[in-house]
């Protein structure tokens, strides 16, 4: 009897996006296309760009360092300063125009004709329209499987502060915290008084973090009782920043290159478009003129708000203690289970952006170097977490053990960081799974919990027919 050979089954990995943490999706994506088991799967990267455009990347862009470095080309754009744009901060292009911009690098490909090019589809979006919601409504509306976690957990799981209140009222512990509005802030002329308010409600130090951000994106901390520290650390948190006549007239025109190229970057400045009052901003160069012209009338401080800045951020207190994540997979159905805990060992060094992508600032320890009984507490909070939020199939949670040994949980994320030195393929290890054979686990229990829900069913249904 001739042996039946199926085909390997299309997965389209999605990667880039709109939100801040786009190159960490980049990198994240070509790593997923790279470690798919090809007896299986057939990886067709998908570039998500920031205007929302779906496109069918072509390979060999796949291997840049960024996504700045090739989209939108540096041969098709002009650059101030040799600063490089993302492709939001391109104005004054006609849509024909901006189709040679994708035509460049691949093929746009519409939401409807997804069938046509994938299977199904593996997320490795982050943010606002990644791991909001955003996508697996879509993905569910054409009816296409998907890895990861449904709708109503991935919301819950980018959005800080409804997020810290459903734990709060399922008995989880949470740090005191105030919820601070865009609004509220810029009407606020006392902001001494706000101050003094925030630190008798969470106490010194604190945290002050966005609201739907991740990747430690708009993260500080707040060390002293000091108007000024507390500025700039709600104004990183908004993405909004101040400029003052008297810094402009002091910069040199390699000062004002350093601010612009900072700038631009969405990952540590508030990056473009941006407003100043009325007046919009796309690129360093109409800001420069702008500001050059402003400041020769105007003594006063400009304020600079990313057309995108948060519109709430939250302010909590500072939990003293030891960091860890740990994954939590889902067997089956009902049934999830919490990996061994790694312990991020940063000494005095802030987890923050750099300390989390960059080799060699943070070591990471697994498991926890704690006794079993401790393990075993954190994993089944952690457990217990992914099923109030009802995740399926994955998830990272992150955590802390204070110096009282209590467990605090935050900032669960239903899509996991797909770089080759994340806790998703470090933890994996632990148990024996190289990142071919996690990935392979993540694409058949996805297809089985698209099937179970009803989502997707005759596809998924046919995927996994294609898997036996």
Sequence with gaps: MATRVHMPIKVGVFF?????????????????CDHLDRNHFMPVPIFVDSLGNFILLDWKYLYQGTIREFYPSVTDTVHHWNIPLYIESIEGYSSE?????????????????????????????????????????????????????????????VHKIFQRELLRHAGFLVPPSVVLSQQKWLDTTDKEALLEHVIATVGLPFVVKSSTQGSSIGVSIVQENSVSAFETA?????????????????????????????????????????CIGKHLFYTPRSLLTYLENYFQTHQDTCLLVNVCAEENILIEAFVAGREFSCIVLEAEKGHPIALSPTEM???????DYRAKYLPGIVRKQTPMDLTATMLSEIRKKTVALFKL???????????????????????????????????LFHQAAEIGLNPTQLLTFLIQRSLQARKEAHRSYLAARACLERLV
């Design 16 to 32: 880039g996006g709109m939100s801040r943490e786009r190159e960490i999706s980049f990198s994240g994506g070509r790593t997923v």
């Design 97 to 157: 125009q901006q189709e040679q911009f994708v035509a460049s690098i691949g093929s746009k490909i519409e939401p409807a004709r997804f069938k046509d090019h994938f299977d199904m589809a593996f997320l490795c979006l982050h943010g606002p329209y990644g791991e909001d919601g955003s996508i697996q409504g879509l993905l569910d509306w054409y009816q296409i499987p998907y890895v990861g976690s449904s709708i109503l957990p991935a919301a819950l799981g």
């Design 234 to 274: 709600v104004h990183r948190s908004f993405f909004i920043e101040t400029l003052t006549h008297e810094t402009w007239q002091q910069w040199s025109i390699e000062d004002k290159k350093k601010w612009l190229y900072t700038l631009t970057d969405v990952r540590e400045g508030i990056g473009f478009p941006l």
């Design 345 to 351: 060992l940063k000494e005095s060094v802030h987890f």
């Design 389 to 423: 939020l009802d995740c399926q199939v994955y998830a990272r949670i992150d955590g802390f053990i204070t110096n009282a040994n209590e467990i605090i949980l935050n900032d669960p994320n239903t899509t996991a960081g797909m770089n080759p030195s994340s806790f």
